[in-house]
């Protein structure tokens, strides 16, 4: 039996369901159809009265689901897409990120966004918002890499009192697989390393962890051992274990598959430089997308992205200098 990216975060709603009463789904076409990719598909038969079917405006999604959070409820809002979250912008970052702040009533909500690219996908299906999200007071950015952590991290998150972002990325829901659920459940905040090496470490999260991991496996036949971090979330950011990391190989590269303009590599770049310095053997480097809307076309696609090959170069490059 194997279980996949997408069959995790099922399951993870319907545990939800079934042992948390406040709990609720709600977003386009989520209840009758099943959602965009499936993620919910039978849970309004299995959950009556507790899936429901939103109006196509994600704007008035967020309000409804922020005033029941206010009230008591775990919402679970379902976008479509990342990109069509910046449609709640105003919902999520003006209203449910500062509620606390202003009133001392937490927004224990949370939203799910199908996020990154996959070929064929375009500028308006492909984007990755995390970096923007995490730039704003009070939320909670997470960006599961595993089965495992796209299980656990959803049921986590659900039970913050935090408005909480989830950054399902949509090339993993079938394509990544595990044998179970199963798997070192670490806390939210905390990173993982994937993979020990002592020649440099490269940071990064979500499907970027699986095309580091393949171009340290490249690396490694040269003889150079890579260090690869999965952050599972960005918001908070676990840079103790990145120090730790760049302590021990002197060298950091930070891949991230959203825009190069800013965002989490960029926040590592400056963290790392401001809190190790001293532990840094060569100035570190950051890869990201190229900074031009997403193509439609596969190939260009493949070439807009970080891939285990552009990876491989920024090492060879890095581990040289």
């Known amino acids: 039996m194997t279980v996949t990216y997408i069959d995790a975060i099922h399951a993870a709603m319907d545990h939800l369901l079934r042992n948390d009463p406040r709990v609720f789904l709600y977003g386009q076409d989520i209840a009758t159809f099943g959602g965009a990719f499936k993620a919910t598909k039978g849970l309004a038969e299995e ?5 429901f079917d939103s109006p196509i405006s994600e704007d008035a999604m967020l309000g409804m689901a922020a005033g029941a959070a206010v009230e008591g409820m775990r919402p679970v809002i379902e976008m479509q897409f990342a990109d069509f979250s910046s449609l709640a912008f105003n919902q999520i970052v003006n209203q449910a990120a500062t509620h606390y702040y202003r009133t001392g009533v937490p927004v224990p909500l949370t939203v799910r966004l199908p996020s990154g690219g996959a070929a064929g996908s375009g500028p308006f299906h492909s984007q990755s918002m995390e970096g923007i999200y995490a730039q704003y007071p009070g939320l909670i950015v997470l960006t599961p890499a595993s089965v495992s952590d796209a299980y656990h991290m959803l ?22 697989k595990a044998k179970s659920l199963n798997g070192d459940h670490l806390p939210i905040g905390k990173a993982r390393i994937v993979r020990t090496g002592k020649h440099a470490t490269v940071v990064t999260y979500s499907a970027m962890v699986h095309e580091a991991v393949r171009a340290a496996d490249r690396l490694q036949k040269d003889g150079w051992e890579i260090e690869v971090v999965d952050l599972r979330s960005v918001k908070p950011l676990d840079i103790d274990t990145v120090l730790a990391s760049v302590a021990r190989t002197g060298r950091m590269l930070a891949v991230g598959e959203a825009f190069p303009w800013g965002g989490v590599t960029a926040e590592l770049i400056a963290r790392v430089t401001e809190d190790g310095f001293h532990l840094l053997d060569a100035p570190p480097v950051r890869l990201n997308s190229r900074d031009t809307p997403i193509p439609y076309h596969p190939k260009l696609w493949r070439a807009h992205r970080p891939t285990p090959e552009s990876i491989c ?9």
């Open 47 to 51: 959950h009556p009265g507790r899936v």
């Open 155 to 176: 049921i986590d998150g659900v039970q913050l009192d935090d408005p909480v972002i989830f950054c399902e990325h949509k090339f993993l829901y079938r394509w990544l």
């Open 313 to 321: 170069h920024a090492l060879n490059k890095l581990l040289r200098f």
